[in-house]
T-cell receptor, first 113, second 113 residues
Framework: GAGVSQTPSNKVTEKGKYVELRCDPISGHTALYWYRQSLGQGPEFLIYFQGTGAADDSGLPNDRFFAVRPEGSVSTLKIQRTERGDSAVYLC???????????FGPGTRLTVL | KQEVTQIPAALSVPEGENLVLNCSFTDSAIYNLQWFRQDPGKGLTSLLLIQSSQREQTSGRLNASLDKSSGRSTLYIAASQPGDSATYLCAIPGNTGGFKTIFGAGTRLFVKA
């Protein structure tokens, strides 16, 4: 079956703009994670969804970041008033249930000019 | 607070050599530990997931071991090949305190032909 997909693969935006990043998890996976990865670092946890609800959003850096998963499948990460420091690769992962094997998408490379 | 450390940060070996990558963690109350591979500019590929009740897990030339009491996991790669060149990451999902998955910074492996 299809793996985790993310769109767009690349996004270039200007400082202060709003962006949305999309994640399509593996069908049937109830758990969905968002991460951010900077060069030379491991992924940094942002938020975890179990079904439609955000069960753990402790990794969101500030209130400019928000994520939704309204129907328990596709998720959107939303970043308001982007800053240059938001530039990174944003990764999405899904798993059958919480704390199971995670499968990652290819990521969205966000560049804020 | 869980912290994950990977040593060495980088490793260069000749083709055919057996090698060991190390992952250490500070909180032994874990559900499982997952090893990933990441190629440059790509997402993460799951290699092995080892449950907290297991001592080791094998897949092909890869063997992961887990010693919870000492807070260590190792990934053993037998008969390394140039195609094994990548960054290897270990990750630990959140325990009863939440769902925040913590990653190490990774070990960059280069296998010379």
């Amino acid at each position: 079956g299809a793996g985790v997909s993310q769109t767009p693969s690349n996004k270039v935006t200007e400082k202060g703009k709003y962006v949305e990043l999309r994640c399509d998890p593996i069908s049937g996976h109830t758990a969905l994670y968002w991460y951010r990865q900077s060069l030379g670092q491991g992924p940094e946890f942002l938020i975890y969804f179990q079904g439609t609800g955000a069960a753990d959003d402790s990794g969101l850096p500030n209130d400019r970041f928000f994520a939704v998963r309204p129907e328990g499948s596709v998720s959107t990460l939303k970043i308001q008033r982007t800053e240059r420091g938001d530039s990174a690769v944003y990764l999405c992962a899904s798993s059958l249930t919480s704390r199971n094997e995670q499968f990652f998408g290819p990521g969205t490379r966000l560049t804020v000019l | 607070k869980q912290e994950v450390t990977q040593i060495p940060a980088a490793l260069s070996v000749p083709e055919g050599e057996n090698l060991v990558l190390n992952c250490s963690f500070t909180d032994s109350a874990i559900y499982n530990l997952q090893w990933f591979r990441q190629d440059p500019g790509k997402g993460l590929t799951s290699l092995l997931l080892i449950q907290s009740s297991q001592r080791e897990q094998t897949s092909g030339r890869l063997n992961a071991s887990l010693d919870k009491s000492s807070g260590r996991s190792t990934l053993y790669i037998a008969a390394s090949q140039p195609g094994d060149s990548a960054t290897y990451l270990c990750a630990i999902p959140g325990n009863t305190g939440g769902f925040k998955t913590i990653f190490g910074a990774g070990t960059r492996l280069f296998v010379k032909a």
